[in-house]
Nanobody, 121 residues
């Protein structure tokens, strides 16, 4: 399994940008597709974006397409989420996870602590 630690969240005005990072431990990081998920208060955790193990392929939820960019650096065991043109509805706790590519669902059952993103209008 891969241990994960998210960071980079904060408070930003609508239209602003943030860059989230997810640092992973374990030598097997580069073998897994990785994804970002988010959970707004009182709502279920939803898929946001995923990147293949090599970094060459990406998938995005329709709600963030064209605004968010996922990437990874396997040499640093880190996956990133660049978020531009943020909207109040992007407010949520963001989590990263090793991801099952066929279904865009988490591969393992455990989550990190997440990082809070709050977008003010």
């Amino acid at each position: 399994q891969v241990q994960l630690a998210e960071s980079g969240g904060g408070l930003v005005q609508a239209g602003g940008s943030l860059r989230l990072s997810c640092a992973a431990s374990g030598r097997t990081f580069s073998t897994y597709p990785m994804g970002w998920f988010r959970q707004a208060p009182g709502k279920e955790r939803l898929f946001v974006a995923a990147v293949s193990s090599s970094g060459r392929n990406t998938v995005y939820a329709d709600s963030v397409k064209g605004r968010f960019t996922i990437s990874r650096d396997n040499a640093k065991n880190t996956v990133y989420l660049q978020m531009n043109s943020l909207k109040p509805e992007d407010t949520a706790v963001y989590y990263c996870a090793a991801t099952r590519w066929a279904t865009m669902t988490p591969l393992f059952g455990s989550w990190g602590q997440g990082t809070q993103v709050t977008v003010s209008s």
